[in-house]
């Protein structure tokens, strides 16, 4: 009796691992698709980012030769007369100031790497861990009065944000992660003596920590426009009154 009834607790654990194993065989074809394996889905998918990614390419750049015939056109045209012309290095001197334009010239490149394995003593850290200090050296710039900002490539303005996601940091909603590059434009001089002297940013990070920091002058540093679209919802321009 008893080896009857082992038996037959023997065949109930064997259909309930039988259910089991189907309703996880079931999930996984939903999940990847029937008939594909793990390792074929992840190139299909690989695949289908690289798509994505030429097709955005390929808009970026039509976007940016568009922008580029308006800009074209309304310089011919302001070279007319004073007036317009005028009208068009004021056009031009605001899309400055709110990141819309391509810009170049003299500043510095801060460079801040994650600290070596072997010095991390069995703990992971990463910069994406202090994304605060990214914030303390942008702060510092703007004081210093720099005239653009770039992390990553990701054109710094007003309307930026600096978010923690995981394991990386999304600025202006694109991931970023170590190393981390800040470029700046303005007096290549007072842009560096604002981060190194003795108290400051750089000298912390030098002095209380394990991250590996270059800063550098150039003569020459490329910072691309901000590229997302702002609108205003809320705000309207003030309407003055008729007295």
Known sequence: MKKVEGRVAIALVCVF?????????????KTIGEGVLPTQKAQQ?????????????????????IEEKISQYE??????????????KDLEKYRMFAGYLDLQGPGIVLEINDPPMDVQLGEES????????????????????????????????SYTEIVRAGNHIEINGVSVGAPIVIKAIGDPLLLESSLIFKGGILWYLENYSDYIVQLKQEK?????????????????????SAN
């Not at 194993?21 to 074809?29: D, G, H, S, W």
């Not at 798509?51 to 808009?59: T, V, Y």
């Not at 310089?75 to 068009?88: A, F, M, P, R």
Request: aromatic letters at 8%.
């Open 75 to 88: 310089k011919g045209e302001s070279e007319k007369n004073v007036y317009t012309e005028n009208l068009y």
């Open 45 to 65: 998918l690989s695949i289908e980012l690289k798509k994505a990614q030429d097709e955005r390419d390929g808009l970026r750049q039509e976007l940016d030769d």
């Open 17 to 29: 691992l039988g259910i089991i194993l189907a309703i996880q065989f079931k999930t996984v074809n």
């Open 220 to 240: 020459n540093i490329q910072i691309p426009k901000y590229r997302k679209t702002q609108n205003f919802t809320y705000a309207k321009p003030k309407v003055e």
């Open 126 to 157: 990463s910069i994406v861990d202090d994304y605060d200090i990214i914030l303390q050296i942008i702060s510092v710039l703007n004081a210093s009065e720099a005239e653009a900002i770039s992390i990553n490539d990701q054109r710094y303005t």
